[in-house]
């Protein structure tokens, strides 16, 4: 028999707020004005996560009544919160604090201290803007934070670690579109799609994974002679529309010679040719709108088959490090070369539009700058038959 939740819910149901007052109210307004300007995905992910917080207070509840003690018990909660508890048969039905119950005898993973704190992030966002419209007279999350985890730091791929995923089925050659993974069982079928040029243009363009997982096939466009790649939010291609990390993540980048050695023109001219809009129509967003998470997920799961997950800190992200550390091999700084991985404050040279010469060349030059010796990926080039 389940115990009791903690009291944070038991009260949920007794602070009924004025009209406009409730705290469900007061984050429609909040999403609706966006004060921080941030992605239309983040703002949605942030919303669902301010929604945990109001399911233990109840959707009455008024915002001028939230305190510390309500986010100590909340974070509390969710400390012994499990890892994705919505997809679990058994929580069904159940509120936060019956599922924290029911999991002392289940004992599923619990949220890392890294996700609670983004919860208390994202609440924390919007207390801030409560407190700044006068809903309440200071942010109770101030101070909450767990301290930061130590994480195994995201580490570049060599180019010997690289030899072996490279040749491994997901690249050149699976026993069907579906069984990528049986590592031991390769076969004659060449996966071509997302889970194919995602990881090689992160390799060969330092750009985000969900970036390139949203292109359009409008994005990849030629000027000059020189084919580049537009990272923007203009376009919807997907239900919920593109994002970028920060609007200063908006670029053009151009594409590598490597990567049009290995087919990705061709690839791009038979989405043309098709009439497709997206560019990588099987590269999807997860329940939490975030795009190319899962394959990320999954991604990380097959490092560990073909043995390169024994080496800590290696994952898809690994890709947009090694191509950082490439540019700084070939001698450049990092300040030189932030504007291509998107670390940069928003402008208009990041945007659509014509490039002046000078600073096409100069985006050029960076690009090809990224090498990788010791890495051959001659078996993945196509003949022009196919083969």
Known sequence: MLVKPPTLERRAATEIAAVG??????????????????????????????????????????????????????????MKYPVRATEVVAFRGMSIGQIVVANDELKRQVLSDRTVNRYLSSL?????????????????CSGMALPKERRAKTLPFTSEQMNILFTSPLFAGAQSETE????????????RDHRFWVPLIMLFSGARPGEIGQLAVSDLRQQQ?????????????HSEG?????????????IHPELVRLGLLEYHAQRVEGAEKQLFPGAKRNERGQMMAD??????????????????????????????????RAGYLDNQFGFI????????????GIMPQGMLEQRVELVNAITYPGLSLDHLVLSSDGG
């Open 341 to 352: 991985l998107g670390h940069t404050e928003q402008s208009m040279t990041g945007l659509y």
């Open 225 to 237: 002679g020189q084919w580049f790649m537009h990272i923007t939010i203009e376009g919807e291609t």
């Open 124 to 140: 924390s966002a919007f207390c801030s803007w409560a407190e700044v419209n006068g809903y309440i007279p200071a942010n109770p």
């Open 242 to 254: 593109k994002s970028v990390k920060t609007l200063g993540s908006m670029r053009v980048i151009p």
């Open 295 to 328: 394959f990320s997920r999954e991604f990380g799961k097959y490092l560990a088959r073909i043995g390169l997950k024994e080496a800590p800190g290696l994952k898809l992200y690994s890709f947009r490090h090694g191509a950082a550390d490439a540019l700084r």
């Open 180 to 191: 990528w993974r049986l590592i031991s069982r390769p076969g004659d079928v060449l996966i």
């Open 21 to 78: 007052e409730s705290i469900a109210e007061a984050v429609e307004a909040f999403k609706k004005e966006n004060p921080r300007n941030v992605s239309k995905s983040r703002m949605n992910e942030s919303c669902r996560d301010i929604g945990i917080f109001i399911e233990t207070v109840g959707l009455g509840f008024p915002v001028a009544k939230i305190n510390k003690k309500h986010v100590r018990e909340w974070k509390a909660l969710l």
